[in-house]
């Protein structure tokens, strides 16, 4: 399993732009998975923002399509989500996650194990 280091995020007025980022140690695979969730507060469930696979096929949820962006450098083994127009409800803790692709297809918010996890950044949005 390959090691996740993430970093970016902050605080940001509603509107604004943030971009996260997360570096690989290697690089995930030859067909993979890799993931952005978020926790918007400690008693609740992740929830999947995107997914993005080896070829760059992408699938947001549907609360943040249009306003981020999923998208990676091989080269670099690092995966990044590019946050526009901010809305408070998009504060939480980020996590990115490495994930084998099984059956062909990423799922959004769907990890099958076994999973490399980024240990978070958090992303606060105020009015």
């Known amino acids: 399993q390959v090691q996740l280091v993430q970093s970016g995020g902050g605080s940001v007025q509603s509107g604004g732009s943030l971009r996260l980022s997360c570096a690989a140690s290697?690089?995930?695979?030859?067909?993979?998975?890799m993931h952005w969730f978020r926790r918007t507060s400690p008693g609740k469930g992740r929830e999947g923002v995107a997914t993005i696979d080896e070829d760059g096929s992408a699938t947001y949820a549907d609360a943040v399509k249009g306003r981020f962006t999923v998208s990676q450098d091989n080269a670099k083994n690092t995966l990044y989500l590019q946050m526009n127009s901010l809305k408070p409800e998009d504060t939480a803790m980020y996590y990115c996650?490495?994930?084998?692709?099984?059956?062909?297809?990423?799922?959004?918010?769907?990890?099958?194990?076994?999973?490399?996890w980024g240990l978070g950044t958090q992303v606060t949005v105020s009015e």
């Open positions: 290697a690089s995930p695979g030859s067909t993979y998975c």
């Open positions: 996650a490495a994930d084998p692709k099984w059956a062909g297809t990423c799922l959004l918010g769907v990890v099958q194990g076994p999973t490399s």
